[in-house]
């Protein structure tokens, strides 16, 4: 699935992958479905991202921002997190094998987690 949008808001809810969503002056929501495996890119330029993923997820997550703060809330989940000091790079290892995924943003936080049940 491929989004594209200047000036606006991306929500994308129980999708497959891959994923491409790009915006510059929007939100981008992503909820994938149980099922997909990755990758994602998402991309937006003065705003948040948020990015929910389901247990069969797999591969390496790079989150980037400029100014703002990288979360990963991934539960009891396995997958090893690292950032760096300032709390804006995150590089996500998932347990399952998979495609490399990157979030990144200029102007807002990113959020990473896992879907809700």
């Known amino acids: ?54 247990s069969a997820f797999g591969g390496e997550l790079i989150a980037d921002t400029s100014n703002g703060k990288v979360t990963v809330d991934l539960g009891t989940e396995a997958a090893q997190v690292s950032t760096n000091k300032r709390g804006n790079e995150a590089k996500v290892v998932f347990a399952a094998s998979g495609q490399r995924s990157v979030v990144d943003t200029s102007n807002g936080s990113i959020r990473i987690s896992r879907r809700e049940k």
């Open 1 to 54: 699935m491929t989004a594209d949008t200047s000036n606006g808001g991306i929500t994308l809810k129980d999708v497959g992958t891959p994923v491409t969503a790009d915006t510059s002056n929007g939100t981008i929501d992503v909820v994938l479905d149980d099922a997909a495996t990755g990758p994602v890119r998402l991309d937006s330029s003065n705003a948040r991202i948020e990015l929910a993923v389901g």
